[in-house]
């Protein structure tokens, strides 16, 4: 099966502005209110192409948001990889030498025999990711998918999720193979701490839709975490929360063997098999069947197919919880 092309809807913004902090570190912005209360982060930018997060980054920044508890994080992560953006490649600026989001673990950010841009990144960036105790980071999808949350593997995750409201799937995990993403990273990933993260899927990379779910999962994770109030953010940022939100729970990744390999149709991701036993594509010639009824698919997407990825993954939904009237 092809894959579509989707068109471009949203403009890229110049974040150069933005480069230099009082950090000390290019596009990574801390305010301090003085007060006690949490660190929160706000990042974007994990994948060059995913624009939905530095459309709000940037935004909030320009419009000078202030904590009024705690301290306040702002980033644009891989700008080297955002500035190779082009139109007629748009899925080649997902980074630059390797994934951002598969260097989050001390072993590799410790290993001073691993060289590369994200690497580098990822190392100017962790002191103070290091002292970060709410992680909010903004993503968006290869395919026009419903939005998602993406809690991880731990009971504090899901609850956080639940507690923000929206969007309505909440997809727990255990990441991926490759490697450990941010939003695990650490404390993140600890069930000994109470630092928590998620990491919101707004939607396609470019279309306007993905941009309004990220001003509004934004504006709600401020909020919930007390570092700024709703007053203090645009009123057209929220969206209503939807009736229900279904929490599914992800039991295996199903991981390209070569480039041989497809899928039986053009998924988007969330479609859902009634039977045991579906065929949903082929790995080197051999089906790839479903494991279980109820079976629904997560991401799947071979946009970034080689040896060794993660093209869908597999789960089931665990429980489904409506929002009090």
């Known amino acids: 099966m092809s894959t579509p092309a989707y068109p471009i809807e949203v403009a890229f913004p110049d974040i150069s502005m933005h480069e230099r902090s009082g950090t000390g570190i290019p596009y990574l912005h801390t305010f301090d209110s003085g007060v006690p209360g949490a660190h929160v982060m706000i990042n974007a930018l994990t994948h060059g192409n995913e624009?939905?997060?530095?459309?709000v980054?940037?935004?909030?920044?320009?419009a000078k948001l202030r904590p009024r508890r705690g301290r306040l994080?702002?980033?644009?992560?891989?700008?080297?990889?955002?500035?190779?953006?082009?139109?007629?490649?748009p899925d080649a600026a997902r980074?630059?030498?390797?994934?951002?989001?598969?260097?989050?673990?001390?072993?590799?950010?410790?290993?001073?025999?691993l060289d590369s841009n994200e690497l580098?990144?990822?190392?100017?960036?962790?002191?103070?990711?290091?002292?970060?105790?709410?992680?909010?980071?903004?993503?968006?999808?290869h395919e026009k998918s419903k939005p998602l949350i993406v809690a991880g593997s731990l009971d504090k995750g899901t609850a956080l999720a639940e507690k923000l409201g929206t969007p309505a799937t909440v997809i727990c995990d255990e990441g991926h193979p490759e490697s450990r993403r941010m939003r695990d990273y650490e404390g993140f990933g600890d069930p000994r701490s109470e630092?928590?993260?998620?990491?919101?899927?707004?939607?396609?990379?470019?279309?306007?839709?993905a941009v309004a779910v990220a001003r509004d999962v934004t504006a709600r994770f401020l909020v919930l975490s007390g570092v700024v109030e709703a007053a203090d953010l645009p009123d057209d940022w929220s969206m209503?929360?939807?009736?229900?939100?279904?929490?599914?729970?992800?039991?295996?990744?199903?991981?390209?063997?070569?480039?041989?390999?497809?899928?039986?149709?053009?998924?988007?991701?969330l479609e859902v098999f009634p039977d045991?036993?579906?065929?949903?594509?082929?790995?080197?010639?051999?089906?790839?069947?479903?494991?279980?009824?109820?079976?629904?698919?997560?991401?799947?997407?071979?946009?970034?197919?080689?040896?060794?990825?993660?093209?869908?993954r597999l789960g089931r939904i665990e429980r489904r919880s409506a929002r009090p009237q």
């Not at 580098?120 to 999808?141: F, G, K, N, Y």
């Not at 929360?241 to 988007?268: C, G």
Request: negative net charge.
């Open 95 to 113: 980074f630059v030498d390797r994934d951002f989001n598969r260097v989050w673990t001390a072993e590799t950010l410790d290993n001073a025999a």
């Open 120 to 141: 580098r990144r990822a190392r100017a960036m962790r002191p103070v990711i290091d002292t970060v105790d709410l992680l909010l980071d903004l993503h968006s999808m």
């Open 73 to 89: 994080t702002l980033v644009f992560a891989n700008v080297a990889a955002y500035r190779r953006f082009d139109a007629a490649n």
């Open 195 to 209: 630092k928590n993260a998620l990491l919101i899927e707004c939607g396609q990379h470019w279309e306007t839709g």
């Open 276 to 312: 045991a036993g579906s065929v949903i594509g082929w790995s080197d010639s051999e089906a790839v069947r479903t494991p279980y009824r109820d079976c629904i698919l997560v991401m799947p997407s071979l946009r970034q197919l080689r040896e060794g990825v993660t093209v869908v």
């Open 240 to 269: 209503p929360l939807p009736d229900e939100m279904q929490i599914v729970r992800v039991t295996e990744p199903v991981v390209a063997k070569s480039l041989d390999f497809r899928f039986a149709d053009n998924y988007t991701g």
């Open 57 to 62: 980054v940037d935004a909030l920044l320009r």
């Open 51 to 55: 624009v939905c997060g530095a459309i």
